[in-house]
T-cell receptor, first 110, second 115 residues
């Protein structure tokens, strides 16, 4: 079973920042937070992952709270192409398969 | 294209028939995963391989399902005596073991419709 809780859906205006929350209150010390997204009719796509420090790449930023019980994925300037289902997953890298929940359906609106 | 390739993209079959799907992972990836996804749900893990060894099988993988990766390269997923409940998107993913950057790369999936 997924160890994360995400809101089922969110809307965001095009050009604005999209902030997607994730609760993972039972995360263990060696588990990382991963984010994937799935655009309609495609396979999931890796976005970013982190352990305890904030991370940034060309796609997004990941903010993890100090107690590691929650995190936020930030898309700084959302575009219509960012409309997708976003999955937050906690796992030990390399040891276990990804376990997906239902994710958050993000709709970017023009 | 050097991504994960799945064939066919779509398959329609009659109930009771057998079907086989193929997945070609990224060439240097030693791990290969199969997932199933139904409408409105996230992908559900079925099984995975490290090289040619099948390391884990989900309880979702009934005895009608069998997966192989005979030479540690491509993999096949066979469903025998298909049922309507098998209708779903079947996703394949690959990754490299023993790396901290173990993101999995997914194919576009095979959509199965059992009529």
């Amino acid at each position: 079973d997924a160890k994360t809780t995400q809101p089922p859906s969110m809307d965001c205006a095009e050009g604005r920042a999209a902030n997607l929350p994730c609760n993972h209150s039972t995360i263990s010390g060696n588990e990382y937070v991963y984010w994937y997204r799935q655009i309609h009719s495609q396979g999931p796509q890796y976005i970013i992952h982190g352990l305890k420090n904030n991370e940034t790449n060309e796609m997004a930023s990941l903010i993890i709270t100090e107690d590691r019980k929650s995190s936020t994925l930030i898309l700084p300037h959302a575009t219509l192409r960012d409309t997708a289902v976003y999955y937050c997953i906690v796992r030990v890298p390399g040891n276990t398969p990804l376990v997906f929940g239902k994710g958050t359906r993000l709709s970017v609106i023009a | 294209d050097t991504g994960v390739s799945q064939n066919p993209r779509h398959k329609i079959t009659k109930r009771g028939q057998n079907v086989t799907f193929r997945c070609d992972p990224i060439s240097e990836h030693n791990r290969l995963y199969w997932y199933r996804q139904t409408l409105g749900q996230g992908p559900e893990f079925l099984t995975y391989f490290q090289n040619e060894a099948q390391l884990e099988k989900s309880r979702l993988l009934s005895d009608r399902f069998s997966a192989e990766r005979p030479k540690g390269s491509f993999s096949t997923l066979e469903i025998q005596r298909t049922e309507q409940g098998d209708s779903a998107m079947y996703l394949c993913a690959s990754s490299i073991r023993d790396s901290m950057n173990t993101e999995a790369f997914f194919g576009q999936g095979t959509r199965l419709t059992v009529v």
